[in-house]
T-cell receptor, first 114, second 111 residues
Framework: DAGVIQSPRHEVTEMGQEVTLRCKPI?????LFWYRQTMMRGLELLIY????????DSGMPEDRFSAKMPNASFSTLKIQPSEPRDSAVYFC????????????FGPGTRLTVT | GESVGLHLPTLSVQEGDNSIINCAYS??????FIWYKQESGKGPQFIID?????DKRQGQRVTVLLNKTVKHLSLQIAATQPGDSAVYFC??????????FGTGTRLQVTL
């Protein structure tokens, strides 16, 4: 079975540009989570969805960040406009209700904003 | 000003020895705990979990111990191997949806 799929794996962009990160959760999983990992702050939860509905976005840093989940197999995290301090590794994770609370992580997208 | 990153504690262990990685959690209401392993350039990977109604759980070469009295969690790895070199995170949840991750411990296995 394919795990969580993220694209792109690496993204380099200039300050002010729009960045879109993509995630395909594991089929049948009804929870999807977006995390950001930096040396300064560690692994932070940004937002999570249940059945495609955003449940908690309290971790989203500011209005420049937005996330959508138009269907059960696709989610995006968008940063507009991007800033150098957004440079981080962004992870998507998913899990299924009824299983343990284990979240399955994707390989991450390494974002560099210059 | 100068940016300061998180100080990741590092545990150096010789190959074949046992490793013990510790974690203190803050939320006394947390009822589920997970240990994750993260290798360089990869996403966190599940190792083992434990519920608050247990104080010990064993897997293959790994054991997790939970002490709710002092809010402490530990991960024991038996016969540590070079492939165990990674950063290890504990995570806790009380709501069953959100996981709160610790800062991590770097395990270095020396030959």
């Amino acid at each position: 079975d394919a795990g969580v799929i993220q694209s792109p794996r690496h993204e380099v962009t200039e300050m002010g540009q729009e960045v879109t990160l993509r995630c395909k959760p594991i089929s049948g999983h009804d929870y999807l989570f977006w995390y950001r990992q930096t040396m300064m702050r560690g692994l932070e939860l940004l937002i999570y969805f249940n059945n495609n509905v955003p449940i908690d976005d309290s971790g989203m840093p500011e209005d420049r960040f937005s996330a959508k989940m138009p269907n059960a197999s696709f989610s995006t995290l968008k940063i507009q406009p991007s800033e150098p301090r957004d440079s981080a590794v962004y992870f998507c994770a998913s899990r299924r209700t009824g299983d343990s609370y284990e979240q399955y992580f994707g390989p991450g997208t390494r974002l560099t904003v210059t | 000003g100068e940016s300061v990153g998180l100080h990741l504690p590092t545990l150096s262990v010789q190959e074949g020895d046992n490793s013990i990685i510790n974690c203190a959690y803050s939320n006394s209401a947390s009822d589920y705990f997970i240990w994750y392993k993260q290798e360089s350039g990869k996403g966190p990977q599940f190792i083992i979990d434990i519920r608050s109604n247990m104080d010990k759980r064993q897997g293959q070469r790994v054991t997790v111990l939970l002490n709710k009295t002092v809010k402490h969690l530990s991960l024991q790895i038996a016969a540590t191997q070079p492939g165990d070199s990674a950063v290890y995170f504990c995570a806790e949840t009380g709501t069953a949806s959100k996981l709160t991750f610790g800062t991590g411990t770097r395990l270095q296995v020396t030959l």
